[in-house]
């Protein structure tokens, strides 16, 4: 889980991870009260200077930042276009300084971390029947299965070029997704006989 | 029996995983980050699949692992920063796409893989393609600060290519229809 | 009926009566079966039902008719305690698994006890760590050999020790070496352990082996003859088949 990880520890590596993710809430919210494009120049400065600060640490994120300042430059190009460049900047900012700052969070906390600072964030749930630890599990699943298509796919898609001499592209979706249904219960079945009633 | 719970844990994680691995494999995107991707057939799958509570379910799971940082959006982009995205509302599209397409398929036909696959269609376009994009369109006004007009027509251009996924949508159901015989549709497995 | 039990004691696995149907099909029908032994194998074609009784004993398949107990409850009954009776090693590790590292998987076997995440990691290193397997507390599953993952569905079964453990089909994507740390495992375990298998080696020298055909017992004793029977069985069977196509 959480494949933007870094081992450089950086200064940010030590803060604990409730109190980042309740930062980050904090700061992603003020970014959108403001309208103001010369705080929000101020404040991407600043989420620039915080995320530099992290030095080498940064290297896993780089491509995803590459995409992020793309994308931003594609919105301020199309809303120049629109003769509204100014909201464009506005947009862009906004998306740089939020993706600057959820990225420096994933760089710098487990995932195992979050998970168990958002189980107890959840826990007074209990009271009402919903099951704080079940978001670990979940989580656990879906990245469970997520590889295992990737496996079945290939799977499939070998006995099929084995078979034709082509790849089999879409027309392994549906024997794919019933492969992966049963599987499924599989897992219920298995998953039934560890857990708590 | 296998308890119901440990079995909707599993399809709903199944079903968030689908929505992952096709935002996974490599698409394109558009300016202003619209996603031409396979992501939003994953919701229309989870939808006819799993009826509205379990779809939802699975969207919102899907929503969570994004937010907690996991590249699953097509472009391998994850993290909070795609909540604020210009494109945020395809994204908060995707689970009342998911409750609308399973709402339509609780209660549509689905007694042989034919009807099945019909409805799946139907449910699809309408709880898929056009809440999603009436999601998105909002969050286009909001967000990068469209005027309706501009978004609408800039959300039509994707209109074709989701059709063809609820066509995808249609053939996969109907093909589980087929292999799965006892497979119950729009969540009536749950019930 | 009369046995060395006494009819207060707790019989680990009763089925009386027993009568399962699946679809249109009747796996069993009256079938009752006294499961004291602490070894005991269990035989027979594919499809003659080894995997559906154990999940009878498990509480995954309810019988039509006719009742199923295990360490004195009802297998149905669904207590935090079903843990602690029964356990169940399904045929592919892969199926089993869930959680990314070692000790994150070994801790969800013990979440029935109610206590937070972290708690359980930490008695799952410590578990580890007795076993001599500290250093797998943070490995990726991934990086595991199927032999290894195989040790890794024992462990998170053994670590909510359960009384008795069902083995279905455990050797078959085992290679050697995996097979013969299995069978060390399985000697050394304190529970009754019942293994399903095709490889009749593993279960040769179990004090009980049951034969399983189309449903019915069609042989229960001493490991070393129902296995034998049951071999010759199947060359017969063969036989008669090549005998018939020529």
Redesign the interface.
Known sequence: ????YSDHRTWLHAVSASLKLIL?AIF?TA??VFDNTVVLLACTALCLLFFASLGRATLPAR??LT??VA?GL??T???AY?Q?PL?GLV?AL??LS??????A??LTTR??D???V???WLSPLNRFGIRS??????????????????IQWKRLDDAHRVRTGKSGG?KL???L??R?????????????????? | MTSSRSSGLAYVSLFAALVAVFGLIPKIDLPLGVPITLQTLGVMLAGCMLGPKKALQALLLFLAALALGLPLLSGGRGGLGVFVAPASGYLIGFPIGALATGLLMAYLPVSSPRRAAVSAFVASAVGGVLTIHICGVIGLVALAKLSWTQALWGTLVFVPGDLIKCVLCAIVVHSVARGLPDWRFGGRAFR | MSDAMSPLAPCPIHMDQVRLVRGTTTVFDGLTLRLNESRIGLIGDNGAGKSSLFRLICGLDKPASGSVSVWGQDAQSRTAERAGRVGMMFQNPDDQIIFPTVEEELALSLSPNGLPRKVNCQQAREVLTARGLGHWAERAIGSLSQGQRQHVCWLALMIASPRSVLLDEPFSSLDLPGRTMLDVEILKASQQVIVSTHLLDHVRGFERVIWLDKGQVRADGNGASVCAAYEADVAARCQSQHLNID
Request: zero cysteines; charged letters at 10%; aromatic letters at 8%.
């Open positions: 889980m959480g494949s933007f980050l992603g970014l959108f491509k995803l995409m992020v994308a594609l919105i190009a199309f809303h629109m509204q909201l947009s906004r998306l939020a993706s600057l700052l959820g990225i969070l994933m995932a195992n979050l998970l168990d958002l189980e107890s630890n079940a978001l670990a599990l979940q989580l656990a699943l879906m990245l469970r299965f997520t590889e295992h298509f990737f879409f979706l549906a024997p997704t019933i992966m249904l049963t599987s499924a219960q599989r897992v219920a079945d298995a998953l039934d006989l560890r857990l708590p009633p």
